[in-house]
């Protein structure tokens, strides 16, 4: 069954650094999205991606951030200069259609020191 | 906005017994809900998805949920619980905002399962 896979699967970094988390969307699957959970909250959606371009980003999702799709099957997720509070859990996400169900990886633990 | 609530942060139940995990929602139109499940140090699995039609779904595992438009609720039942059913679990709802759609996830429930 295909899957959606993310590289690495933790990540530590300094303050200041930037951060490049990647990801591997199901082949045939044409919107992406990145979502976050820090340790014992909610998961939140930062960004969703479509036709190489940002469709929607949250609050959360400030010009630290970006996303590149690189060739035809990554998906990266970049932080410029870490914060301690963007230690979390990053998930990919892919879907084959908007409003379908979106299928998840196992998720890059960052670790911001 | 869109938001979702499990009322429950944390449930404990026997191995073999039934169980249901509570989902409220609340969005404007017709939502499409989904129920997700994470093991400890792991991704988010589908566990089953309403979109239309019968209120009733199936999912993996053993597990069934039922969307109540009147009491805007979508919760996860399963007969007989196993002890592999220990995890935590979320109920999400995708909103569609700005032309794209999102999921907005609930806080979620962590199920313990005693032997």
């Known amino acids: 069954e295909p899957e959606v896979t993310q590289t690495p699967s933790h990540q530590v970094t300094q303050m200041g650094q930037e951060v490049i988390l990647r990801c591997v969307p199901i082949?045939?699957?044409?919107?992406f999205y990145w979502y976050r959970q820090i340790l014992g909250q909610k998961v939140e959606f930062l960004v969703s991606?479509?036709?190489?371009?940002?469709?929607?980003k949250s609050e959360i999702f400030d010009d630290q951030f970006s996303v590149e799709r690189p060739d035809g099957s990554n998906f990266t997720l970049k932080i410029r200069s870490t914060k301690l509070e963007d230690s979390a859990m990053y998930f990919c996400?892919?879907?084959?259609?908007?409003?379908?169900?979106?299928?998840f990886g196992p998720g890059t633990r960052l670790t911001v020191l | 906005a869109q938001s979702v609530t499990q009322p429950d942060i944390h449930i404990t139940v026997s191995e073999g017994a039934s169980l249901e995990l509570r989902c409220n929602y609340s969005?404007?139109?017709?939502?499409?809900l989904f129920w997700y499940v994470q093991s400890p140090g792991q991704g988010l699995q589908l566990l089953l998805k309403?979109?239309?039609?019968?209120?009733l779904v199936q999912g993996i595992k053993g597990f069934e949920a039922e969307f109540k438009r009147s009491q805007s609720s979508f919760n996860l039942r399963k007969p007989s619980v196993h002890w592999s059913d220990a995890a935590e679990y979320f109920c999400?709802?995708?909103?569609?905002?700005?032309?794209?759609?999102?999921?907005?996830f609930g806080k979620g429930t962590k199920l313990t399962v005693n032997p």
């Open positions: 969005y404007g139109a017709t939502p499409y």
């Open positions: 082949s045939n699957h044409l919107y």
């Open positions: 309403y979109f239309s039609g019968d209120t």
């Open positions: 991606f479509y036709n190489n371009e940002i469709s929607e």
């Open positions: 999400a709802v995708g909103a569609r905002e700005g032309g794209s759609e999102k999921l907005v």
């Open positions: 996400a892919s879907s084959f259609l908007e409003l379908n169900t979106q299928y």
